[in-house]
């Protein structure tokens, strides 16, 4: 069968005008065929498709009229098109964004930029070929059709992705990445923006946190004590040690709280102060290696450990000898620390005694001033470990005996290194809603680092565990609030009815919460400031090791756990946090913050009047010069000086000069200038080597005027005037010259002892 004419096209290889897809050779013959036609791939029509073509003379009017008047559309579109690129390239308005951030996309097209895209869904050409096929199986053939046709051809949607299309080879101006190694930072020009910092790592990791704030005392007065929980790291053996001390510490120290705690509850419940704490234990009693402590042995020593640590906060411990002994031996140690779980985590009996009370007391004030971290270490000496490079809680587990975590170290000591590990004291006595712990997730975006320009954002929102807090449990699912672990448990039955299933909260219903409670006023006069403070100082400190550049910006997300006196804690920072909407509190407050995102970098940054949704500027830092980098490896550069010219020798046996010493040279006055008496050329000073050079003066000792005769040093002729040296009986005199010149000196010195001139004074 032979094709008709509406199935006429170029076939692969057939020289001739190529047919756009789903036209047909009318449209050629037409001459309204224009460029971009002659990209598009060819396609052949089917048999049977022209075969109804030919009988259904309905079907076929309506083809040919499509055909007919879609050239002139698609070449006005074209030209729409590339005029609207071209403004957009000449605006520096094209941006690429990689990663699930549709708020972003489209507020960037509300301001009129497009995309460059790395991967497109559907091209044009598809596109165009779709719409016709549609059209062809429709089989009304009235006007309304025709016009909704039209309309669909003048979608914005369809338009916008042609374009997006024509800008696939031009520089992307904004950068919208969910990693920091996505693009090459270093290699992006200055009018290139991005929404990250290079070495961001350097406080957004757990290890890097931990360091940088041990360096806060030289960029502020503030202690990180008391807004980070204290944090080693467990691959440094200095460290390591450490964190042992520290364990040690903290456990005399919770041994003298668990005492205090205990007689406050027999206090409140009206018991007998001799009555017994706990029954024995008798089976934790079998199971422990060595034998138990006495009590009142047990406090003595928790007692001289704090003492000491008072003393070395107060620089008492400088005259102590460093030779005396320790207050307990490793072995001794193992026995009080083993005492310690059998008195906290057993069932030791513990006879109340009003004098240890007392001195338990005093001591547990006394260390409430120096120690701002008392109050939340609780009593069960419990430390969360943490992997220094993940994020998620991938890996992070907590434990309270000290052999656990030691054990991990011991196991492997290149793996702990390698994974960068840390250990941080855990917040045993945080603030629960409902009896559920909850961590608080709030934004911050850094848009300089010279100057440092911090915002805050005025929205946060609350994470629940899907279990009822407890300290009888370590497991994941009661102390960490990491959305990515929570969404995978089942809440528990226990657990109060008012947490909501998708475990999370707004700050609003936070505040109500409060409000019900008594402390409203506390989330504005206490949260809120701590919150900004500890962020100040966690970027403070990383400032230095920070790559500035001027258009980058990073927007980060930091982790708050509040004691129950609403004092926050800052757990940990995290860049790129994640902005999906997981539930009906952050699918709203992840979509403000990329808008109000975009609002402080695009329209603040033009206009300072603009405005910038939610976010506060809480921080900005003069500018500071930064001395140009010159390399690590250090140059010194520089040249060889000459020896003066020597003295010539003396002859006689009384008169001797010191070494390498030449005439000295004097200014002479104003008024007093020398003419030659000859115009003979000056000669080269003569050295003899037969001058007796005497010995170095002392240095100790400073130069005192000695008088002396005046000795003439007769010169030659080519020197108009006679030095006049100073004759003294010294061995080691120091002869003063009085010439401007070094000239040559020949023949013997005589003294002259007609010609006396006046002793010169030594400086006062």
């Given at each position: 069968m032979e094709p008709t004419e509406s199935e006429q096209s170029v076939q692969p290889g057939q020289e001739?005008?190529?047919?756009?897809?789903?036209?047909?050779?009318?449209?050629?013959?037409?001459?309204?065929?224009?460029?971009?036609?002659?990209?598009?791939?060819?396609?052949?029509?089917?048999?049977?498709?022209?075969?109804?073509?030919?009988?259904?003379?309905?079907?076929?009017?309506?083809?040919?009229?499509?055909?007919?008047?879609?050239?002139?559309?698609?070449?006005?579109?074209?030209?729409?098109?590339?005029?609207?690129?071209?403004?957009?390239?000449?605006?520096h308005r094209v941006f690429s964004v990689r990663g699930p951030y549709p708020v972003v996309r489209e507020a960037l097209r509300a301001r009129g930029w497009l995309e460059q895209r790395r991967h497109c869904h559907k091209t044009h050409a598809g596109q165009l070929h779709s719409s016709c096929s549609r059209a062809t199986t429709n089989n009304h053939g009235d006007r309304h059709n025709d016009d909704s046709n039209d309309e669909k051809e003048d979608d914005p949607d369809e338009l916008y992705e042609l374009m997006c299309h024509m800008v696939r080879n031009e520089m992307?101006?904004?950068?919208?990445?969910?990693?920091?190694?996505?693009?090459?930072?270093?290699?992006?020009?200055?009018?290139?923006?991005?929404?990250?910092?290079?070495?961001?790592?350097?406080?957004?990791?757990?290890v890097g946190l931990c360091m940088n704030l041990r360096n806060l005392h030289w960029f502020d007065s503030a202690d990180p004590d008391t807004f980070f929980p204290r944090c080693y790291r467990l691959g440094v053996q200095d460290e390591k040690n450490a964190f042992v001390e520290d364990f040690r510490r903290t456990a005399c120290t919770n041994l003298l709280k668990c005492i205090v705690e205990k007689d406050q509850c027999i206090q409140d419940e009206g018991l007998s102060s001799h009555r017994p704490f706990r029954a024995i234990d008798h089976r934790r009693e079998k199971r422990r290696k060595s034998g138990p402590m006495?009590?009142?042995?047990?406090?003595?020593?928790?007692?001289?450990?704090?003492?000491?640590?008072?003393?070395?906060?107060e620089h008492n411990d400088i005259e102590m000898n460093m030779e005396m002994p320790q207050i307990l031996t490793k072995e001794e140690w193992a026995q009080f620390i083993d005492s310690y779980y059998a008195v906290v985590h057993g069932g030791t009996?513990?006879?109340?005694?009003?004098?240890?009370?007392?001195?338990?007391?005093?001591?547990?004030?006394?260390?409430?001033?120096?120690?701002?971290?008392?109050?939340?270490?609780?009593?069960?000496?419990?430390?969360?470990?943490?992997?220094?490079a993940k994020s998620r809680g991938r890996g992070i587990k907590c434990?309270?005996?000290?052999?656990?975590?030691?054990?991990?170290?011991?196991?492997?000591?290149?793996?702990?290194?390698?994974?960068?590990?840390?250990?941080?004291?855990?917040?045993?006595?945080?603030?629960?809603?409902?009896?559920?712990?909850?961590?608080?997730?709030?934004w911050f975006l850094v848009t300089n680092w010279n100057p440092l320009t911090i915002w805050f954002y005025k929205k946060c929102y609350l994470r629940f565990s899907t279990q009822p807090?407890?300290?009888?449990?370590?497991?994941?699912?009661?102390?960490?609030?990491?959305?990515?672990?929570?969404?995978?448990?089942?809440?528990?039955?226990?657990?109060?009815?008012g947490i909501p299933t998708d475990n999370m909260w707004s700050d609003d219903q936070f505040r109500t919460f409060l409000s019900s409670e008594g402390?409203?006023?506390?989330?504005?006069?206490?949260?809120?400031?701590?919150?900004?403070?500890?962020?100040?100082?966690?970027?403070?400190?990383?400032?230095?090791?920070?790559?500035?550049?001027?258009?980058?910006?990073?927007?980060?997300g930091a982790d708050f756990m509040l004691g129950r006196d609403l004092h926050p804690w800052l757990i940990e920072i995290n860049a790129s946090p994640t902005m999906a909407p997981s539930s009906h509190v952050t699918s709203k407050l992840c979509a403000a913050v990329q808008e109000d995102t975009l609002r402080v970098i695009l329209d603040w940054r033009v206009d300072h009047a603009a405005s910038t949704g939610d976010f506060q500027l809480i921080y900005r830092q003069a500018a500071i010069q930064v001395p140009q980098f010159v390399g690590l490896n250090l140059l010194v550069e520089g040249f060889k000086?000459?020896?003066?010219?020597?003295?010539?020798?003396?002859?006689?046996?009384?008169?001797?000069?010191?070494?390498?010493?030449?005439?000295?040279?004097?200014?002479?006055?104003?008024?007093?200038?020398?003419?030659?008496?000859?115009?003979?050329?000056?000669?080269?000073?003569?050295?003899?080597?037969?001058?007796?050079?005497?010995?170095?003066?002392?240095?100790?000792?400073?130069?005192?005027?000695?008088?002396?005769?005046?000795?003439?040093?007769?010169?030659?002729?080519?020197?108009?005037?006679?030095?006049?040296?100073?004759?003294?009986?010294?061995?080691?005199?120091?002869?003063?010259?009085?010439?401007?010149?070094?000239?040559?000196?020949?023949?013997?010195?005589?003294?002259?002892?007609?010609k006396q001139t006046p002793v010169p004074q030594g400086p006062k």
């Open positions: 001739g005008d190529r047919v756009p897809d789903g036209c047909c050779k009318h449209c050629l013959g037409n001459g309204e065929t224009g460029g971009p036609f002659k990209v598009h791939r060819v396609t052949a029509v089917d048999h049977n498709e022209a075969k109804s073509l030919q009988t259904n003379s309905l079907l076929e009017g309506k083809v040919r009229c499509i055909c007919a008047s879609r050239p002139v559309l698609i070449i006005d579109k074209l030209r729409t098109a590339k005029a609207l690129v071209e403004k957009v390239v000449k605006m992307v101006y904004f950068y919208w990445t969910n990693r920091q190694d996505a693009i090459d930072i270093n290699s992006l020009q200055k009018t290139q923006v991005t929404n990250h910092f290079a070495k961001a790592g350097s406080f957004t990791t757990k006495a009590l009142s042995q047990m406090i003595e020593t928790a007692l001289k450990v704090c003492q000491e640590f008072l003393d070395n906060l009996e513990i006879e109340n005694n009003d004098l240890f009370v007392n001195c338990c007391k005093d001591m547990l004030q006394r260390l409430r001033e120096v120690k701002p971290q008392l109050d939340i270490d609780g009593v069960h000496n419990i430390w969360i470990i943490k992997p220094g434990t309270k005996y000290l052999h656990e975590i030691l054990k991990l170290v011991d196991v492997n000591p290149t793996l702990i290194k390698e994974n960068k590990w840390v250990v941080q004291k855990y917040l045993e006595r945080p603030l629960l809603v409902h009896g559920t712990k909850f961590d608080v997730r709030q807090y407890s300290l009888d449990t370590l497991d994941s699912s009661v102390h960490l609030c990491n959305n990515s672990i929570q969404k995978h448990l089942r809440p528990s039955q226990q657990r109060h009815q402390q409203e006023a506390q989330w504005q006069s206490v949260v809120v400031p701590g919150m900004k403070r500890a962020i100040i100082h966690a970027v403070q400190t990383a400032q230095d090791l920070m790559e500035s550049r001027k258009n980058s910006f990073e927007l980060y000086i000459k020896s003066p010219c020597l003295l010539p020798p003396l002859r006689s046996s009384d008169i001797t000069a010191p070494k390498n010493c030449g005439l000295a040279k004097e200014k002479k006055p104003a008024g007093k200038k020398l003419k030659p008496l000859s115009n003979k050329k000056e000669t080269q000073p003569r050295h003899i080597s037969s001058m007796v050079l005497p010995p170095p003066p002392l240095p100790h000792e400073p130069p005192m005027p000695i008088p002396g005769e005046t000795v003439t040093l007769h010169l030659p002729m080519t020197v108009n005037r006679s030095i006049h040296l100073l004759r003294t009986t010294q061995p080691h005199s120091v002869i003063t010259c009085n010439t401007t010149k070094s000239k040559a000196c020949s023949g013997k010195f005589q003294p002259s002892p007609s």
